[in-house]
């Protein structure tokens, strides 16, 4: 984009956080959650007309990357975890981060650092999650980012 003249595109990711207070117990949480994920996910691609796993490739190329991420292994980065993406064939916000609350948010400031703009976060469970997130990840977040400025600016 800078060689073309051209704004830079605004950079967006989504993920699905799994937090629990510790990085073990967010794992434990995780892998229930997996299961879950993979109980429902065929009855919804039927619903979604998306391809269940082994029924063919989903026709987007960020699914047809995000499985292939995925086959390569199932945990990248600090925290990021594939396992959901390869149980849905990609379907939707498939990646999770999994960890403590100050794991999750070194992570989301991980991918500002590598210049994603706009972070997109919902769990498996909406509401509490949301909640979840609010008290304790988002704190961490922002404070690390007043932090980056106050410090960047002196």
Known sequence: ADAAGRPRPRIWVSFRPIIAPTDELAWEKAHRTLGAVKANHAERAKRRHYPAVGQGAPSNVGSQRLLAVAERGEVHDRCLWTAPAAATN?????????????????????????????????????????????????????????????????
């Open 90 to 154: 990609a379907a939707g916000a498939s990646t999770a981060l999994v960890g403590s609350p100050e794991t999750v948010a070194k992570a989301l400031l991980d991918y500002v650092d590598i210049g994603c703009e706009l972070l997109s976060i919902r769990g498996y469970d909406p509401l509490n999650d949301a909640i979840d997130y609010g008290r304790h990840v988002l704190p961490l977040v922002r404070q690390e980012l007043a932090h980056r400025a106050a410090t960047s600016a002196a």
